[in-house]
Structures are given as C-alpha cells and as structure tokens.
C-alpha cells in the first residue's frame, strides 16, 4: 500500500493548489451609485477573474449619492463622496468605512465644504484624502487617521476665486510625488500643488491649460509620470502632455474620442491606462463607447485601435480588473454594468456579460 502513498500525495496537493487558485481568482468589487433612482448606497460583488462573471451582489453600506468611492492604499478602507448640496450649509460630504469582507463599516463622515463632490484622490501613504465638489468649486484636502477616519479642520482651497470670467467646477485630483493635481472643468485647466510647510500651495508651474470649453475631467500618468493623459468632457478629446527635465508639462497633441461619422451629442468621461502603459482606455457619453488608443511608448503619443459599444447608455466610469484581463463599465442611465473581455495584446475588447443596478457610476475593486 505504501506505493499508492506519493501519488494520492500529489493528487491531494493538486486539488488544493487548484482550490487555492480559484480562491484567489475572485476579487471583491465595490460599486457607487446615485440613489434617486431605486439604489441605496455602495453595492459590492464577487468578480471571478476566471469567466468575468458578478456574483453575490450585496449592499455593502446605505448612503445617499456615493457617486464616487476609492480604496485605501492598505486595502483596510474604503471612502466614499456623498454628492449633495444638503450635507451641512449646502455641502456634500465625504464617509470613511472600514472594510470587513465585502461589507462596510462606517468609521466618521465630514462636509466637504464644496456642493456636490464628485472625487476623492488618496495619497499613495494614506495621509491624504482630495475630495473635488464640482459645484462648490474648491477642493478640501482631509488628514487621515491611522484607523482610516476623517480628521477635522480640513485644508479648503477655494477655484472660484482664480478666474472672473469662468465658474470653476473642480472635477478630480491625484497626489503624485510632485505634489498635487487637480483637474477643473471649468476652468479649462490642470491645476498643481505642492506640499510646504504644512499645507498645499499652488506649484512653480500652477497651471496646464487646456483650450477654452475642454472640460478637462480625469487624468492618467503613463510611464512614471513622463507622459500625462487629460481627458476633456466638453470638446471630447484626450490631451498628451510630456514632463521635461524642469518637471513641467507642455502639450504634445490632442485627439478626439469620437468616430468621425459620430453627429450626435457626446461627453467624455473616465479615462485609464492599462498596467504595462501599452494601451489607453476613455469613455464617450452619448456615442456610449469605450475608446482604445495604442500608446507610443518612446514620444507618448497615440493611435486608434477602435471603439468598443458599452451595451449601454451614458458609461460614467469604467475599470480595468487587477489581472487586466476585462474592463467592467458603469452605465448610469440604462441601469447596468457590463463587461468586457480584454486582449492583452491587441488592446480590443469584447462583450462578455451584463448585470442590473440603478444607477451605478464608479466600480473599485478592493485587490
């Protein structure tokens, strides 16, 4: 009997690496909604990286309008934007969880000072927290505890008084080892600070231009920070900016993100790179695409791979899953994520699934 020993040996150890690999093929997805419409909050999901597939979806945390959510750098929290004028004195607010398995836990929530976030950055340390209020124009920048909750007496940094002509609606911010930048849609611009002292000022270079009525929206960095990526709602295109030895910026071409046959009305809204840089991805509101452009990776520059359908309407956000296999879209207006198998390779995408949720407009998964 004891030449059956090493085989059942190996046949046991074989089932449990196979267990053990399928354990690890699942990934716990977060979803943001606006809870006008039958939604009650932050929604998670079981994603099988194996097949692309949702399951066990679950309402993680009840909050009004969580337009926006964002995992901590740890993984052990997750904050999200509540995106309303009526938090406290006409603001929004922001609520920092503690994530317990595909549930939330509510640490403290703060105002935001600025009506209607729509954004939160994090630094890469987890000190900082970037909440963008579109309305309210500004941007409030948090402390974060070791335990993942809001401090008080947050920095505010007031757009609206940078421009007399224009109404600033500050729309998304990233902390980088430079600083920090913001992109405001209203005034056509990137805006960049830097940390002195105890507090964020404007940079040395305090302004990316962008041309009058972009939207300037999202933003991705490619290559270390070489090569930055803007994406601009109102003119529906994608800017590419190159850093030079000074550490500024400036414009290296600016492409639409619409068909050219495309006559109807659309905007931009998210954009992302894959992880090896090789592609970029950005979303169109009302032609209800996802974009694909092919990234030169000595000038930063791109081609057009194509454009992909959403199976949907009005793709709010959209994301890449860790392996980079699939890309997962939020259509707010018809009510559905869907998914999409992803060649590594070529940068296409091809429809796999589609799953029912009022309103879903930011996905964040947790690994």
């Excluded at 309008?65 to 006409?90: C, I, M, Q």
């Excluded at 607010?93 to 595909?102: E, L, N, Q, S, Y």
């Excluded at 994301?319 to 590594?344: C, M, W």
């Amino acid at each position: 009997m004891k030449k059956y020993h090493v085989p059942l040996l190996s046949i046991f150890l074989f089932v449990i690496g196979c267990k053990e690999e399928q354990t690890q093929k699942t990934q716990t997805l977060f979803v943001g909604t606006y809870t006008e419409n039958g939604s009650e909050g932050i929604y998670s999901y079981h994603f099988d990286a194996n097949t692309g597939e949702l399951s066990h979806k679950k309402l993680a945390a009840e909050v009004g309008n969580p337009s926006f959510v964002k995992v901590s750098p740890n993984k052990k929290y997750l904050y999200a934007v509540e995106e309303t004028d009526r938090y406290e004195n006409s603001s929004g607010g922001v609520a920092a969880f503690r994530i317990d398995g595909d549930s939330l836990v509510k640490i403290n929530s703060n105002a935001t000072v600025g009506a209607h976030p729509c954004h939160i950055g994090l630094s890469k340390d987890g000190r900082f927290l970037a909440a963008s209020s579109y309305t309210g124009g500004s941007l409030t920048i948090f402390g974060l505890d070791d335990d993942g909750a809001l401090r008080p007496s947050p920095q505010f940094i007031d757009h609206k008084v940078l421009d007399t002509l224009k109404t600033s609606h500050v729309h998304s911010a990233q902390f980088t080892e430079d600083g920090l930048f913001v992109a405001d849609l209203g005034l056509d611009a990137i805006k960049r600070y830097q940390w002195v002292g105890n507090e964020f000022v404007p940079a040395d270079q305090p302004s990316l231009d962008m041309v009058p009525k972009a939207g300037p929206r999202h933003f991705s960095f490619g290559q270390d920070g070489q090569y930055l990526y803007v994406i601009s709602e109102l003119n529906s295109t994608i800017t590419v900016l190159h850093r030079n030895e000074k550490g500024n910026y400036g414009e290296v071409e600016s492409l639409s993100t619409l068909a050219k046959d495309f006559s109807g009305e659309s905007f931009c809204a998210d954009i992302h790179l894959s992880s090896d840089g090789q592609f970029l991805y950005g979303s169109n509101r009302g032609e209800n695409t996802i974009v694909i452009f092919k990234v030169d990776q000595t000038t930063g520059k791109l081609s057009l791979v194509g454009r992909e359908s959403v199976k949907g309407d009005w793709p709010r956000n959209f994301r890449l899953d860790p392996s980079g296999n699939y890309l997962l879209v939020a259509n707010q207006r018809s009510n559905n994520i869907t998914v999409f198998k992803r060649d590594i390779t070529a940068g296409t995408l091809s429809f796999l699934h589609e799953y029912e949720l009022p309103s879903p407009v930011c996905l964040e998964f947790l690994e």
